[in-house]
Nanobody
Framework: VEVVESGGDLVEPGGSMRLSCAAY????????MSWHRQVMGKEREFVAA????????NYAESVKGRFTIFGDNMKKLMWMQMDSLKSEDTAVYYC?????????WGQGTQVTVDT
């Protein structure tokens, strides 16, 4: 099983960005995917999550109303649309896949919000 993120970049405050996450090697069954982020020297924090059926979405309070998570169950893809970005959103964003009780992480993608 492999998880790969993409889409991180530099954007100005107030701008938008979309991150992608792809899961490879799944052989069926349900799973959940989530985004987390980490600033150097701080704990990794939860951002948003979605179940494979797409019925349940959860967001951290700090991103509610600004970030939207959505996925394609057939293609094992997940995206997070980030709008109204703030400097405090700057971090390395990681995708986590939870599958049959195991947790798989991507390598992370850098998001920088700055002028």
């Amino acid at each position: 099983v492999e998880v790969v993120e993409s889409g991180g970049d530099l954007v100005e405050p107030g701008g938008s960005m979309r991150l992608s996450c792809a899961a490879y090697g799944l052989t069926g069954g349900s799973y959940s995917m989530s985004w987390h982020r980490q600033v150097m020297g701080k704990e990794r924090e939860f951002v948003a999550a979605i179940t494979s059926a797409g019925h349940n979405r959860n967001y951290a309070e700090s991103v509610k109303g600004r970030f939207t998570i959505f996925g394609d169950n057939m293609k094992k893809l997940m995206w997070m649309q980030m709008d109204s970005l703030k400097s405090e959103d700057t971090a390395v964003y990681y995708c986590e896949l939870r599958y049959y009780g195991q947790s798989y992480w991507g390598q992370g993608t850098q998001v920088t919000v700055d002028t």
